[in-house]
């Protein structure tokens, strides 16, 4: 009986191309795994990227106005200014919440929470709300929108937003109070998000730089120190501090999102202090 030589060859050739499949597919692996880690390390060094064109595909959908707030719209007057933003904050027993005459008295036998609030008793629990309108400083009106977050006999935790008008500004750079790392009576002091479209020859809000237009070299600002470089690419970051009016001061940190030869946007942070003790 003759061997099966043509069927041995098939299976010869079957068991190569079997085997070069393994190979194949191993080196493929590994090679996925190494491309794998190398996409980790490229989207963590990418991601203030992304978050910058998502903030700018965001400005750029938002219909062209005045230069303005996205959280809160800017009235027409540059004398007036409106700062609105999400807010927690902590007050001791006994104590106030600065700029605001609600008091925490302490946690009553029956488990709520005893405030003052203009005067009058009132009992809260978590949940509960705890709001409260006024002028903690001549020139600026603020509203409080919150809710009573958790509370102990040593103190009380509230959450919301916050609403800041100030009337009467007339910006000036210069030094502004440090801001302490614990609650102090003296200082009313709120953090909130701004994100301004500023046509060319305007400021930015509550600042006394301008934007100049669009060059080679980035967006130019006027209205810097003396010695300043004016120019500033995507991504770059804008500072100013100073003084809004008396007793009010702001330091403003931002990041130029997009610009043109029409406008620049910015978007970042605004600290707005008010020196209400002393």
């Not at 903030?55 to 409106?82: D, F, K």
């Not at 009106?141 to 500004?169: I, P």
Request: with cysteine; aromatic share 6%; charged share 20%.
């Amino acid at each position: 009986m003759k061997p099966d030589l043509e069927n041995r060859s098939y299976t010869a050739r079957a068991e190569h191309k079997l085997g070069d499949s393994v190979l194949s597919t191993s080196y493929h692996s590994r090679q996925c795994t190494q491309e794998n880690g190398l996409s980790t390390q490229n989207s963590a060094l990418s991601l203030l990227k992304r978050l910058l064109i998502a903030t700018t595909v965001l400005l750029a959908v938002v219909p062209t106005t005045t230069s303005c707030s996205l959280l809160e719209r800017q009235p027409g007057s540059n004398s007036t200014l409106v700062y609105k933003g999400p807010v927690r904050q902590e007050v001791k027993a006994g104590s106030l919440i600065p700029g605001t005459d609600i008091r925490y008295i302490s946690r009553t036998e029956d488990k709520t929470a005893e405030v003052l609030i203009n005067g009058q008793r009132a009992f809260k629990r978590s949940g509960d709300s705890l709001d409260w309108t006024g002028s903690p400083l001549r020139g600026v009106e603020m509203g409080l929108n919150q809710r009573v977050l958790v509370y102990s006999e040593e103190r009380l935790q509230a959450g919301g937003t916050v609403r800041l008008t100030v009337d009467g500004v007339s910006s000036k750079p210069g030094w502004v109070p440090q801001v302490p790392d614990k609650t102090n009576p003296s200082l009313v002091v709120y953090k909130v998000p701004v994100l301004y479209r500023v046509k060319q020859g305007e400021t930015i809000p509550g600042t006394t730089l301008s934007y100049t237009g669009k060059t080679e070299q980035g967006a130019q600002l006027g209205g810097l120190p003396t010695g300043e470089s004016p120019y500033r690419q995507v991504g770059d970051s804008i500072s100013w501090r100073g003084q809004l009016r008396p007793r009010v001061y702001l330091d403003l940190v931002v990041r130029t999102a997009f610009y043109n030869e029409d406008r620049l946007n910015v978007t970042g942070f605004a600290t707005v202090i008010l020196a209400i003790g002393g």
